[in-house]
């Protein structure tokens, strides 16, 4: 473990091409790139930086000419120093007006995090132009991609030690940089480490350049600003992202009582809100990037984090080399602890950033560590180890998270069930069958051989339960589990077994009106089925949700790709499992084929098969799949025989039985939309 406080003598300074920029080609070029980025008033010269204090000694770039006009060398055998044959380009775009406009509903979007810049701003020692880069970097999106959309980066967090020795000349040139983000009106926090303060005191120290440059006063002018500690020290923000509120706590680096009291009292305040927590000091990793908390790091999960389950990301700096882990709160829920720090790499980390990508339809945050600096600097013009850190990728730095954001979250702001719905709001015009499985029997009790499920439409399609020869009681089981979009609060477990078959399931009677149905105008076959964590492709595949008695080769198919033994029409499973909806249309004398993609095991599934009359269309869960026939599909060929719900046959004879839950299943004589769906 290294911390900012454990190097000898002078704090490193960074590599450098030239021992001044001088009034050559470098310092000229560096004063027109601080003019177009605001940072210079015109006319003035090097030797006359007010900004930055008298005559400060300027490093050249990972690709800046050093005063005698030359650059380091591209190459890999090059290196600071060597010369290069002209001046590098940067690729930067030009400065800009920007207006902090990231998407409040979008359910991708990201927090950018900025560690330890410290060596950058160190007394006559200062180099604005990395964090600079990287700020533009953030108000311009982040990363853009082919389809034009960008990071939706909805919020900035300094990790501290924005500053080496905490000076007002220091702080006077950072706050200029982070101008950006205020005419911008972004939202971003920068909070204080050790030394920005230069000292051991806790968050009641009272005035400090720090203060006077980042206190309440500016932090109000922030877009999601909520609140400041009374001393100034600590900040909470909440921004809008994904459709719901997040806290942004930027904590000072040594919290005083009256400081946790005033953290645990925003949250308290908040308690639907999910925290993201970013302080100085907190946790620190070995060399494999292995975390764990340090001395002051326990008393912040002691008397903040693990008691408020809200928390479920910290992130610090202050320590390197950067590393993770995951530590489990008093609810029993994880939380991810983080840290990240470069300064003790090239050029005093190069202001390299980490972003935060959150994707809730994924249930992932995707991290990723770079510096826009060195990415807006030609690669071919960059030096050698300019090029080695444009981008880390070790474990560390390039990850993702998985986390079931509404199931950690689930504690403190779950989400709301929907209620079930009325079976006659389901039976839109031309419905034919509708069954659903929420009040025959308890919990876990089993369907009896007298129980019938109604057909919800009144037209007479009931399902009887059928059992194979040797089936033991408790085959078919009632059960409250259900898909969160269903309209009925529950389903049946079906037990199903191969070699010997074994299972219970349902089938129409013998003259039910469905039997005879051909469906020649189109249709639509929905149903809801979740595959249990057990369920065993060499037992279950080709195992059928709904199907119908009947061969192809009774309904007088041998056309291209017929199994003369299989049925009519089935919507079954395959060995990956996918689902495939397989049948016989009246206008084909061969099967047709819709396949779905493979389905992960233990979650809930909607499944929906729609014809228009011509075509067939697979859906699952509302989104159009890839393998739907382009060859015109007529009807469905029926030999006037039953339906089978949970029940397959091959050449005639019950060959396997469902293993897994079926919820709510309706058939429709007509296409639907996917607003029409059940789920809809």
Not at 77 to 96: L, V, Y
Request: charged content about 20%; aromatic content about 8%.
């Amino acid at each position: 473990m290294h911390d900012d406080n454990h190097q000898s003598g002078h704090p490193c300074e960074c590599p450098r091409t030239a021992e001044l920029d001088g009034d050559g080609p470098a310092a000229a070029g560096r004063r027109r790139f601080l003019r177009g980025a605001g940072l210079l008033g015109a006319g003035v010269g090097t030797a006359g930086l007010g900004l930055f204090g008298a005559a400060p000694a300027h490093a050249a770039g990972p690709g800046t000419a050093d005063s005698s006009g030359t650059a380091g060398a591209p190459g890999a055998a090059g290196g600071p120093g060597d010369p290069g044959t002209a001046p590098a380009k940067a690729t930067k775009k030009p400065a800009g007006k920007h207006r902090w406009q990231p998407d409040p509903d979008a359910r991708r979007f990201t927090l950018v995090v900025m560690p330890d810049t410290q060596y950058l701003f160190d007394q006559d020692r200062i180099h604005p132009a990395p964090v600079e880069a990287a700020l533009r970097h953030v108000l311009d999106g982040g990363v853009t991609r082919e389809d034009g959309s960008d990071d939706n980066i909805v919020f900035l967090a300094h990790l501290g030690d924005v500053t080496e020795n905490g000076l007002a000349t220091e702080f006077a040139a950072v706050g200029k940089v982070f101008g950006l983000l205020d005419d911008a009106g972004a939202a971003y926090g920068v909070l204080a480490g050790n030394h920005d303060v230069r000292s051991s005191t806790d968050d009641r120290r009272g005035s400090t350049p720090y203060l006077e440059t980042f206190g309440p006063a500016r932090a109000a002018r922030t877009s999601g600003y909520h609140s400041s500690s009374p001393d100034g020290y600590n900040t909470c923000h909440i921004v809008t992202a994904g459709g719901r509120p997040w806290m942004l706590l930027s904590l000072d680096w040594r919290l005083s009582d009256a400081g946790f009291a005033w953290a645990n009292a925003v949250i308290a305040a908040n308690p639907k809100v999910p925290v993201i927590l970013t302080t100085h000091e907190l946790a620190y990793a070995d060399d494999g990037g292995r975390a764990e908390l340090s001395d002051y790091g326990h008393q912040l999960w002691d008397r903040l984090i693990s008691g408020n389950d809200q928390i479920f990301l910290t992130v610090n700096g202050h320590y390197w080399p950067p590393g993770r882990t995951v530590l489990t709160n008093r609810a029993g829920h994880d939380v991810h602890v983080h840290i990240t720090n470069y300064q003790d790499r090239y050029y005093g980390g190069a202001a390299m950033i980490r972003a935060y990508r959150f994707d809730l339809d994924r249930n992932t945050v995707d991290v990723s560590t770079y510096s826009p600096w060195i990415q807006e600097i030609a690669a071919e013009e960059r030096n050698t180890l300019a090029a080695r850190q444009v981008e880390l990728t070790s474990d560390v730095d390039r990850f993702s998270l998985a986390i079931d954001f509404d199931r950690r979250f689930a504690g403190f702001a779950p989400v709301p069930a929907r209620p079930a719905r009325r079976a006659s709001d389901l039976l839109v015009r031309d419905t034919v069958a509708y069954w659903r499985f929420d009040g025959g029997g308890g919990d876990g009790t089993a369907v009896t051989a007298r129980q019938v499920v109604k057909d919800l439409t009144g037209q007479g399609n009931d399902l009887f339960p059928q059992s194979a020869p040797g089936t033991p009681d408790g085959g078919l089981t009632w059960s409250s589990d259900h898909h969160p979009d269903q309209p009925g609060h529950g389903s049946l477990l079906f037990k199903g077994t191969r070699s010997p078959v074994r299972g219970t399931y349902l089938q129409t009677a013998p003259n039910a009106p469905l039997n005879r149905e051909t469906f020649e105008h189109g249709f639509t076959v929905e149903a809801f089925c979740k595959l249990p964590a057990d369920w065993d492709s060499g037992r279950s595949r080709w195992s059928a949700l709904l199907s119908r008695w009947g061969t192809a080769a009774e309904a007088g198919r041998s056309g291209p790709g017929t199994d003369a033994d299989e049925p009519v029409v089935t919507l079954s499973l395959s060995e990956a499992p996918a689902l495939q909806w397989c049948v016989y249309p009246v206008n084909q004398t061969g099967a047709s084929t819709c396949w779905g993609h493979q389905l992960p095991l233990d979650r809930w599934w909607h499944v929906a098969v729609v014809n228009d009359g011509k075509l067939s269309r697979m859906y699952v869960d509302g989104c159009e799949v890839a393998r739907n026939p382009a060859t015109p599909a007529v009807g469905l060929a029926t030999l006037g025989r039953p339906w089978m719900v949970g029940g397959y046959a091959y050449a005639g004879v019950l060959d396997k039985v469902f293993h897994g839950y079926i919820g709510d299943v309706r058939i429709v004589r007509r296409a639907l939309r996917v607003k029409e769906f059940m789920t809809g």
